[in-house]
């Protein structure tokens, strides 16, 4: 959706999709518009893994379960369950779900299945993100006119421009862009703590071949799965870039990480918007 800075300013209805690496501060912006106003928010991560990954996740915590005998007698006859409590501000389950690649000593996934949960999240996110006009329905039949779409950092590996249309349709998408600083932040977080992430396939399979080559490796399952995060964060973030720049140039706006966090209420956050449509 392509408004005028008055446009935008004077519409009703302000309908968001947010995007951008997960730490630039989209929550933060959900956050600064909802205390002022009614907002429907809906979450990515959160709608992925409570719906389209709710059984795989379940289904792995269920083999890792049976490993232990008693426990698998327990499911077996149906005496205990287990469920989901995923929630928004809790998404432990989508990465455990997630893993990361590497020898499975450590914790990694053989690259088969890391692959294949890659694959599973991947269309997980596509049908999240073509669920939004859904929930836009529903927010109004609520009596909630404003939406903002939380989306994951992921959102520009989808390649898909169906995806990026339907968004752009029904929403403003506006991309926060990462300072130097926060890039910065962002690669310190990730050292100190390398979470399970989504990787497009053709970047993991290239990042892959130069890991093993620059450690002597000759087989992915030789790879410290924490150390790998670790590595490939940084490239992560200069790969992404440019994809999040091609979809806020076509389909949306750009703001700043560092000006939004100087937002301390929702006008100003509107100023910010405004000014990138100007």
């Known amino acids: 959706m392509r408004l005028s800075a ?4 004077h519409a009703k209805q302000k309908r968001l999709t947010l995007l951008g690496m997960s730490g630039v501060g989209k929550t933060h912006l959900a956050k600064l518009l909802s205390k002022e106003d009614r907002y429907f928010h809906y979450s990515g991560d959160y709608r992925i893994g409570e719906r389209y990954l709710n059984q795989a996740i379940l ?5 890792h379960a049976r490993q232990d ?21 809790n998404l432990s389950s989508v990465s455990a779900f997630l893993g990361k690649v590497g020898n ?3 914790g ?8 294949r949960r890659q694959a599973l999240h991947r269309q997980a996110e596509v049908n999240t993100m ?8 529903k927010a109004q039949a609520q009596g909630v006119d404003n939406f903002i779409n939380d989306a994951g950092g992921s959102l520009c590996e989808l390649e898909d421009d169906k995806v990026y249309q339907l968004l752009s349709e029904h929403t403003i998408i506006i991309y926060i862009r990462a300072s130097k600083i926060n890039e910065e932040t962002l690669i310190q977080r990730a050292q100190a703590q390398p979470k399970p992430l989504y990787y497009q396939a053709t970047f993991l399979q290239q990042q892959l071949t130069h890991y093993l080559a620059e450690n002597n490796f000759t087989y ?3 790879i410290d799965p924490e150390a790998f995060v670790r590595w490939i964060f940084p490239r992560l973030l200069a790969h992404r870039k440019p994809k999040y720049e091609a979809i806020a140039q076509q389909y949306g706006y750009t703001i700043d990480s560092e000006d939004l966090y100087q937002c ?9 918007i405004e000014g990138a449509m100007r």
């Open 69 to 89: 005998s008693w426990l698998k007698s327990l499911l077996d006859n149906q005496s205990i369950s287990i469920q989901n409590n995923i929630t928004f501000d």
């Open 130 to 137: 073509l669920d939004v006009p859904k929930f836009i329905q």
């Open 59 to 63: 289904n792995n915590i269920k083999a």
């Open 220 to 222: 992915v399952a030789q």
């Open 6 to 9: 008055d446009e935008f300013n």
């Open 264 to 272: 301390t209420h929702a006008a100003e956050v509107f100023q910010l």
């Open 108 to 115: 990694g996934l053989p690259i088969d299945e890391f692959v």
């Open 104 to 106: 499975p000593e450590l």
